[in-house]
């Protein structure tokens, strides 16, 4: 398995602009956790799934940010529109039996 | 809620001396409890987990931690340390709503 896939690995894009990280878990996991790792703030989570359900998304900092997961094999994160406050490393973790993190998406907002 | 403190921010150590990474936990229910390694510009990987049984723990690369419930703590160790183990560590905890939160991260420096 090639565990979990995240892409891009590294954008940058000026403020205003729309953002859209991706995600694909691990074949069978039926949960997906989004985070969100900074300095300042450390590891946050923003939003997880259920079988494709929201869960959770108390995490989520403002209306700027929007997750969906149309299938169990895709989950995006959006963010409209960018702030340089956003510049951040987000995660995408898989659950099945236990919690598998992607190598992470490094966004720079200038 | 639960939350997870660890107490170091940073801790430097030479090569081949042991080293603890202290995690404290807040809950009122059982837990399940983490320890995650990240190297630098890379993601998490798992170093080992408590789910029940023996309170102590053995994971990858040496490492094991010892769970006490009554101190709520879950406090990682390893018994001489190598230059490839700099890197954040963190600890986390699985809450009753199946999510993972973490800790702020403890950096470990190993000086040669």
């Known amino acids: 398995d090639a565990g979990v896939i995240q892409s891009p690995r590294h954008e940058v894009t000026e403020m205003g602009q729309e953002v859209t990280l991706r995600c694909k878990p691990i074949?069978?996991?039926?949960?997906l956790f989004w985070y969100r790792q900074t300095m300042m703030r450390g590891l946050e989570l923003l939003i997880y799934?259920?079988?494709?359900?929201?869960?959770?998304d108390s995490g989520m900092p403002e209306d700027r940010f929007s997750a969906k997961m149309p299938n169990a094999s895709f989950s995006t994160l959006k963010i409209q529109p960018s702030e340089p406050r956003d510049s951040a490393v987000y995660f995408c973790?898989?659950?099945?039996?236990?919690?598998?993190f992607g190598s992470g998406t490094r966004l720079t907002v200038v | 809620a639960q939350s997870v403190t660890q107490l170091d921010s940073q801790v430097p150590v030479f090569e081949e001396a042991p080293v603890e990474l202290r995690c404290n936990y807040s809950?009122?229910?059982?837990?399940?409890l983490f320890w995650y390694v990240q190297y630098p510009n890379q993601g998490l990987q798992l170093l080992l987990k408590y789910l029940s049984g023996s309170t102590l723990v053995k994971g990858i690369n040496g490492f094991e931690a010892e769970f006490n419930k009554s101190q709520t703590s879950f406090h990682l160790r390893k018994p001489s340390v190598h230059i490839s183990d700099t890197a954040e560590y963190f600890c986390?905890?699985?809450?009753?709503?199946?999510?993972?939160?973490f800790g702020q991260g403890t950096r470990l420096t190993i000086n040669p």
């Open positions: 809950s009122s229910v059982s837990v399940y």
């Open positions: 799934f259920n079988n494709n359900v929201p869960i959770d």
């Open positions: 074949s069978g996991h039926n949960s």
């Open positions: 973790a898989s659950r099945g039996g236990g919690y598998t």
């Open positions: 986390a905890v699985e809450t009753g709503a199946q999510k993972l939160v």
